[in-house]
């Protein structure tokens, strides 16, 4: 296409002025959300001490639970009718957040039990191109952890109060409804600085299985979670945005990847790869869209499903999400072969933009 925009991975770290501090220094922990409050932990540098704030309801500090059930919101061809389609929309970054281009490495991670019995199979190319980290600054903390009542995978702000996933990572009901799910964005060696936040309803394509996937299945496989935060969680922390991804952009080192590796750290802490490249594009027809098998040889560990694969155009302050990380290859260590066996796969294309568009113009 003549018109392609294409990412720019540029070296400079854009940064944003932090709050201006006074003289008096003050840290906070949130030590969690709740149905009708907030509270955190601030520690005083001046005067040594630590003290407890909460923003208190009505009703008190009322603990919200996980909800039973998600409510489906199933999309198909007539109710996209409906729905303004767009190949792209931007993301939000806060006025006072920090934004790097790459997070900040864990230089030394903490091993926990998990770490010992952790599943190592997956598809690592070559030399292991992850690190670890740990980073409130935008856009990572936008990434985060989503848990279900059938495990856990990873996910990504991507609107108000919006958070994408894959679909397979949703424990769908056999022939009834879906299981609780929660997001904790930043979320590092068990909690993460703004909490833990109930999904109520899960918008999506089709529902995928967590053991085996067919390629359609692959091309459409991601979901969206609407939280149910009476306060936009994305106002907070922000949120990236989302381009279709075009197959001139196919062998480009563009793309960076973010997840949850269940080997490493335990799966308590994300990974960060850069210069990732999407090597081949497949086009599969459902619901009366496009979804893509995008094809590469980055590396891809359960644990990592749900995550986002992203790039950065020009100067702007968010990056935007081309695909969702979906289906392991093969259970090796092993170097690309110039062919698409047993390669890993994103789930993307037209089908995403589409699902994101509707999320957004019906869940604001």
């Known amino acids: 296409m003549s018109d392609i925009y294409r990412p720019e991975l ?15 220094e003050t840290r906070r922990v949130m030590l969690g959300q709740f149905a009708t409050s907030r509270a955190c932990l601030e520690f005083n540098t001046t005067s040594q001490r630590v003290e407890v704030y909460a923003d208190v309801g009505p009703d008190g500090m009322v603990h919200r639970r996980h ?31 920090e934004v790097r281009f790459r997070p900040t490495r864990v230089t030394r991670p903490v091993m926990t039990r998990r770490e010992k019995g952790a599943d190592p199979t997956g598809t690592i190319f070559g ?27 990873s996910g990504v702000m991507i609107g108000r109060r919006l958070v994408l996933t ?8 056999s022939g009834g409804p879906a299981g609780w799910a929660t997001f904790t964005p930043a979320y590092a060696n068990g909690s993460g600085p703004w909490g833990e936040h109930a999904a109520q309803r899960v918008i999506y394509w089709q529902q995928n299985p967590m053991d085996s996937a067919t390629d359609q299945q692959t091309a459409f496989d991601y979901a969206v979670l609407v939280l149910g935060d009476e306060e936009a969680l994305g106002d907070q922390i922000g949120y990236v945005g989302y381009r279709t991804y075009d197959d001139d952009w196919n062998s480009g080192q563009y793309w960076q990847y973010i997840g949850y590796p269940g080997e490493l750290a335990g799966g308590e802490l994300p990974a960060f790869q ?10 599969h027809n459902a619901h009366g869209q496009q979804g893509f098998v995008m094809g590469h040889f980055n590396e891809f560990t359960p644990g990592q499903s749900g995550g986002s694969c ?29 062919s698409t066996i047993g390669d890993n796969e994103y789930g ?3 089908a995403l933009s589409a699902l994101i ?4 113009s019906n869940y604001p």
């Open 10 to 24: 540029s070296k400079v770290v854009v940064e944003r002025s932090p709050i201006a501090r006074t003289s008096t």
């Open 67 to 97: 909800p039973e059930v998600l409510e489906p919101d199933a999309l198909d061809a007539e109710r996209m009718l409906k729905v303004e389609f767009k190949r792209e929309l931007d993301g939000f970054c806060p006025s006072a957040a």
């Open 127 to 153: 030399t292991d191109d992850r690190y670890l980290f740990a980073d409130t600054s935008f856009p990572w903390r936008t990434t985060g952890m989503v848990r279900t009542a059938a495990g856990r995978c």
């Open 166 to 173: 894959a679909s397979h990572c949703i424990n769908w009901g």
């Open 274 to 283: 850069n210069n990732c490249i999407v090597s081949s594009v497949q086009g």
């Open 310 to 338: 992203w790039g950065w155009w020009g100067s702007e302050p968010w990056p935007r999400v081309v695909g969702v990380g979906s289906t392991i290859g093969s259970t090796a260590v092993q170097a690309p072969h110039g």
């Open 348 to 350: 993307g294309g037209p």
């Open 357 to 360: 568009s509707y999320a957004r």
